[in-house]
């Protein structure tokens, strides 16, 4: 049975949790994270990073949460990842784009927002314009798209979706993102989603 070592409350093992739900391949998941005092030592030689979500395929280990995403689809017939180069290219760029362009401060606003305003770090005013400018961009592209890349659901709603709907949940200035918030809806009301975030 598939292993996913990481804890449920993680955005990046919800997205691993979710395309295995979606897919309704049988897994396990086990908390693993700082937290739980559990990712250095032996953990190490699995994921020399130290970091979640890893996943163990009987023997094969994979890391990287985006890397387990495409591993997936691809050994499980490619579901939700186009084998049209074109098409999958387009996947591939909003996966890069999330770690790309995104992630720093997504990972910025992430780690203070829960904090008293007066104790959030100094670059707070300028990683939330930052965080805002990236989501018009992906709000932007989304415009009249059911899906991340079109009318199906692809790896890259998977790799976004839990990631997004942090974002929008940040105590920050927001631009409007109505097609965001509305694709939100969408992959929010899916089973699969529900049971990959209730950790």
Request: aromatic share 10%; net charge positive; with cysteine.
């Amino acid at each position: 049975m598939l292993k996913v070592l990481g804890r449920g409350t993680s955005g990046n093992v919800q997205k691993v949790v979710w395309l295995l739900e979606e897919m309704a391949l049988p897994y396990a998941r086990e908390d693993y994270g700082r937290q739980f005092n559990n990712t250095g030592g032996d953990y190490l030689k699995l994921n020399p990073n130290g970091k979640v979500p890893t996943l163990d395929d009987n023997g094969t280990i994979v890391w990287e949460s985006n890397t387990i995403l495409r591993y997936l689809a691809n050994k499980n017939g490619g579901k939700f990842y186009p084998s049209d180069p074109a098409a999958r290219s387009e996947v591939e760029r909003w996966m890069d784009w999330q770690l790309a362009s995104l992630n720093a401060p997504y990972l910025s606003i992430f780690k203070d927002a829960k904090k008293p305003a007066a104790e959030r770090g100094a670059s707070w005013g300028a990683d939330s314009k930052e965080l805002g400018a990236q989501l018009q961009i992906f709000d932007n592209a989304m415009a009249g798209r059911a899906w991340v890349v079109g009318k199906e659901m692809t790896l890259a709603d998977f790799a976004l979706g839990t990631i997004i709907t942090r974002c929008l949940d940040f105590p920050i200035e927001h631009p409007p993102l109505a097609a965001l918030r509305a694709w939100r809806e969408k992959y929010a009301a899916r089973p699969a989603f529900k049971k990959a975030v209730a950790g």
